[in-house]
């Protein structure tokens, strides 16, 4: 092995590359636009919910319940009905989240001391959604029924009951930001470097300068490691400016070792690499290749648990997923990122990064290798 | 326009097609398989959430609280550890989202009616697992303390106190609370888009390549003829995807429509029909298979995942953002299949959207035929 040769082949691909001012926005533009827009759409955060009420008791009570749900800040309340019919066509239209109906004898039967009944009816349609603000709305009418007792009886009823002390760890504003955003550090990592080296040797080839590759006294692992070197760096780079970015920009907290990343980056490019070697040997052009690539990514990403949880996958599923180097990647870099663990905890994913990187790398390789030949 | 042209040049389409049998197979296969993988495995929902339990006290009750934390549908303890500290490093590990700690003394603080705490460690990595694991706990521990009140009043021999409101929360169009009633036909919509404009995106870049656009231009052929009779085959083929996953979703997954089946026929016509113009816009535009493909992935699959309303609500997002939801056209077509999968509305109520559906398509002609027309055909 001669790394002269390496060395020159490098430089060449840089030259290449940036030689090209199509592949400019590829590398320089489209990661910040990404970065940018996926930390700002993507929020599963409930809040700022939209509730329409109708109030045919008009009293102090129902005054009361009222001012208990818009005194929560994720209750808003943004719609007052005259009677059911309309508030119900409200929640068709989508105008609302949650429609509460108060009916008329609702402070009569409060001040006899019996059970008032309240109608909450949720929009289901995303459930995710709905099962929080379902839950959000019980606790705001239990705190209310427990002011309401204490109003009614004059007395506090001090039984035993559970004083439920919820410490959320990690993220504890329940914020999707920091969530999202190192998982994003890890999705764009994955595209960059299928995309490109896919490409790297599929251009060779479809404008038939691989021969002229071949029949240089390069060898084959030295053509390999010329053509996935540029890549490493140039993605690793990309990693840094953009972390730094997340953590300036979006203020994501880093909490563990910086390097622990860099190192996780390093084995997972093993994967994806291996991945775009593979690619290129069995497409003819880089149409073919960029359509392989795009069927690589698509599952990568959504059986990776960047949005979808995997434990809420069918199991069979889960089983498959544990063959997608993405989502050990993302294991640790959330880990790093928010939990602030280091490897005596991520030991098993680096494990499991680097076998099935050496897997998909070495066989990659030596398919690449025969096709040369 | 003149149907005999439209057909004819339909037809070299459709040649093309079935010659090259891997493109026609990927056309077909591809976009089915990821709409039923998908829509198969993807969930929002938290099915029960797998939690560890330190229990410091060791009583008779706290045993019980476990026990019925553990046959209630939405916990599963995993584990059951001696010291705090092992929970940490469980939750630190990932291997479960929620520790339970149940301090020393809890069972003789509730005996001597004064609160007991209770300890909860929650993993707020995802916020929407954690906010509903956290939902779930509040809800358990909440009608724990209920039974408790009850017994306790019956002790005391006092009169029952009612709970002044009553709330009866009910769940409107998704009553089972199943995240697939949402994903499956979001995820329709977003992989129709993808598949439709980069299907489309090559063939008149295509054309270029080869060199014979010249021939095609020398043609009795106008753009729109043209236009038309290379996206009629493409129309076919993905309009049988949408029946297909459609149907697949009723019988494998058990999503059914509330509302007409024809209205949903009616709204894909006009959405594959969008999508279609689309990629054959970006092929008039770019002329270059390559970029062409490049672009259609770009503008289509990111933008109508991230922000079309799907699983990322409009409501949460910048302003910005929220008025770019406004031209991307799955925003349209998931409120129309959320309206008719879920809320079995008709047209009375879903005619906005489909009329802005319509005026893209037709923008989007006369887009096309414009940038036909400056080249000449």
């Known amino acids: 092995m001669s790394w002269l040769r390496i060395r020159e082949l490098v430089r060449k691909e840089f030259i290449q590359l940036f030689r090209d001012k199509k592949n400019r926005p590829l590398l320089v533009i489209a990661p910040f636009v990404q970065l940018l827009v996926f930390g700002y759409v993507l929020s599963t955060d409930v809040r700022d919910v939209k509730v329409g009420v109708v109030d045919q008791s008009r009293t102090r009570e129902s005054r009361m319940l009222m001012d208990a749900l818009n005194a929560n800040r994720i209750f808003r309340i943004t719609y007052y009905a005259n009677h059911p019919e309309e508030l119900e066509e409200v929640l068709l239209k989508r105008k609302v989240d949650l429609a509460l109906k108060i009916g008329p004898d609702f402070s009569e039967l409060i001040r006899s001391g019996d059970s008032a009944p309240v109608q909450v009816l949720a929009d289901g349609s995303m459930s995710n959604m709905a099962s929080l603000r379902i839950a959000y709305t019980s606790l705001v009418l239990d705190r209310f029924n427990q002011s309401m007792i204490t109003e009614l009886y004059k007395r506090r009823l001090d039984y035993g009951k559970i004083d439920t002390r919820i410490r959320t760890w990690y993220n504890p504003n329940l914020d999707s930001r920091n969530f999202f955003v190192p998982g994003i550090v890890a999705v764009l990592i994955m595209i960059l470097s299928l995309l490109l080296t896919s490409m790297a040797i599929i251009r060779e080839k479809e404008a038939g300068t691989i021969e002229q590759l071949i029949v240089t006294p390069l060898r084959p692992i030295e053509l390999i490691l010329g053509k996935t070197i540029p890549y490493i760096i140039i993605t690793q780079t990309l990693m840094i400016i953009v972390i730094t970015f997340a953590i300036f920009w979006f203020s994501i907290p880093l909490k563990g070792n910086f390097f622990l990343l860099v190192a996780a980056a390093c084995i997972f490019l093993l994967s994806t690499l291996g991945i775009g070697l593979f690619i290129s040997t069995i497409s003819a052009t880089q149409q073919q290749a960029m359509m392989t690539v795009i069927f690589f990514i698509l599952p990568f990403f959504m059986f990776s648990g960047f949005v979808f949880p995997i434990a809420s996958m069918p199991t069979a599923i889960q089983w498959i997923a544990y063959l997608n180097p993405l989502r050990y990647f993302l294991v640790i870099i959330r880990g790093v990122f928010l939990k602030g663990v280091g490897m005596a905890v991520l030991w098993p994913q680096f494990l499991a990064l680097m076998v099935l990187g050496l897997i998909v790398f070495t066989s990659a390789v030596k398919r690449f290798r025969k096709r040369l030949d | ?377």
């Open chain 2, 1 to 377: 326009m003149n149907p005999v042209n439209i057909k004819a040049i339909a037809r070299k389409e459709f040649y093309h097609l079935m010659r090259d049998f891997r493109s026609m197979y990927l056309a077909f296969a591809i976009p089915l398989l990821l709409i039923l993988m998908f829509g198969y495995a993807l969930s929002l929902d938290v099915d029960s959430v797998r939690a560890v339990v330190v229990d410091h006290d060791k009583t008779e009750l706290s045993r019980d609280f476990i026990r019925k934390l553990n046959a209630s549908s939405y916990f599963e303890i995993i584990h059951h550890l001696n010291d705090s500290l092992s929970a940490v490093r469980y939750l630190d590990r990932g291997f479960t989202t929620m520790a339970i700690v149940i301090p020393p003394g809890w069972t003789k603080d509730l005996k001597a009616d004064r609160k007991a705490s209770l300890q909860v460690l929650l993993d707020g990595s995802d916020p929407n697992y954690a906010g509903i694991s956290r939902g779930y706990i509040t809800a358990f521990v909440e009608s724990y303390n209920r039974d408790r009140l009850l017994s306790f009043l019956n002790r005391k021999g006092m009169e029952q106190i009612q709970a002044p409101v009553d709330g009866r929360i009910r769940v409107w169009f998704n009553e089972d609370l199943d995240s697939q009633n949402f994903i499956v036909p979001g995820i329709i919509a977003i992989i129709i888009m993808m598949v439709g404009a980069l299907l489309t995106s090559l063939v008149i870049a295509r054309e270029y390549e080869n060199g014979t656009m010249e021939t095609i231009r020398s043609l009795p052929v106008s753009g729109g003829e043209f236009l038309l009779g290379k996206a009629i085959p493409y129309f076919l083929i993905t309009l049988t995807d949408v029946l297909v996953a459609v149907f697949m979703g009723q019988v494998l997954f058990g999503v059914m429509m509330k509302s007409s089946f024809w209205l949903m026929v009616l709204a894909s016509t006009i959405y594959i029909s969008v999508t279609l113009n689309l990629g054959l816009l970006i092929s008039i535009a770019t002329k270059s298979q390559l970029v062409a493909n490049q672009m259609a992935i770009l503008i289509t699959f990111l933008p109508s995942f991230l922000l079309s309303n799907f699983v990322f609500p409009v409501g949460n997002m910048p302003k910005i953002f929220q008025i770019l939801t406004y031209i991307i056209p799955a925003t349209y077509f998931i409120d129309i299949l959320n309206g008719i999968y879920l809320r079995g509305l008709g047209l009375a109520h879903l005619w906005p959207s489909y009329l802005v559906l319509v005026g893209m398509l037709i923008a989007m002609s006369n887009i096309g035929f414009a940038l036909l027309k400056k080249e000449g055909m």
